[in-house]
C-alpha cells in the first residue's frame, strides 16, 4: 500500500513539475504578455485555445506555424505578432501544455 501511494504521489509531482516548467517557458519567452490560461488578454485564453483545437490532429502543426510566423483573424481582429526566436523543443513543449489545458 506505501508503495502505490508512494507511486502515486511522484506520479503526480512529474505531471505538476511538467505544468511550472511549461508555464516558465511561456514566461520565458513572453507567452503570458498577450494570454493567460483562463482568461482572454490580448490574446485569446491557452484553455479557449485548447478547446477550439480539441481533436484536431493537426493543431500541434497549425500553432507551431501560427507562433512562428505570427497570423489574424482566427480570435478576432487583433494580429499576433511572429516569434521566430522561440526555439523548437521550446515550442513543441508549449503547444502541447496549452493543448492539455481543460
Known sequence: MKAILLSLAAVGLL????AHASQALAQKNNCLSCHAVDK???????KAVAAKYKGDAAAA???AEKVKKG??????????PPNPQV????????IQWVLSQK
Not at 505531471?15 to 511538467?18: C, D, I, K, L, N
Not at 526555439?87 to 508549449?94: G, I, P, R, V
Open 87 to 94: 526555439n523548437d523543443a521550446d515550442m513543441k513543449a508549449l
Open 15 to 18: 505531471a505538476t513539475g511538467s
Open 40 to 46: 482572454q488578454v490580448v490574446g485569446p485564453a491557452f
Open 61 to 63: 502543426t497549425k500553432l
Open 71 to 80: 497570423g489574424s483573424g482566427v480570435w478576432g481582429a487583433v494580429p499576433m
